[in-house]
């Protein structure tokens, strides 16, 4: 577990905040909410993760925590168009489109799911279908997001 002189240590040094997105992960559920806090705004202020924790973030979209889907989906969008190959940011926004299709994940996860498939950039055929499929029902902000998504 990361001790209040570590999470200082990554308040100054973002860098080394990506290097324990396990542990940040985990703060998120603490029973502390101070260690919460701490940990959101480490995740705000992080920056992209590296290509090698995508398995590790993607694995959190079908996690019961929607603090976890949250922040994984946020991470995976820092990554943008350029992270990584088309194969493997088509398979992160599929992953992201099973996020949209879960009904009991709060809607500010699902959202952000949406978001990051539109930061990942070039959407698509069966992608673009999930998200349409969800544009008759959805809020006003996911449905905001999804057309952002379907218009890149």
Not at 71 to 81: A, D, F, I, M
Not at 106 to 132: F, H, K, M, Q, Y
């Amino acid at each position: 577990m990361i001790d209040s002189n570590q999470l200082v240590e990554y308040a100054k040094q973002p860098e080394l905040a990506l290097r324990k997105l396990k542990e940040l992960l985990c703060l998120l559920e603490s029973d502390d909410e101070t260690e919460q806090v701490c940990a959101t705004d480490l995740l705000e202020n992080c920056g992209a993760p590296s290509r090698s924790d995508i398995p590790f973030l993607c694995q959190q979209l079908v996690s019961s925590s929607s603090s976890r889907v949250y922040w994984s989906s946020t991470l995976l969008g820092r990554l943008g168009p350029t992270g990584g190959e088309q194969s493997e940011r088509s398979n992160i926004q599929s992953q992201l489109c099973n996020v949209i299709d879960n009904e009991t994940i709060e809607p500010s996860a699902r959202e952000r799911a949406a978001w990051a498939i539109g930061e990942l950039g070039s959407i698509t055929g069966s992608i673009r279908d999930v998200l349409e499929k969800h544009l008759a029902t959805a809020s006003p902000r996911l449905k905001r997001l999804l057309e952002a998504a379907l218009a890149m």
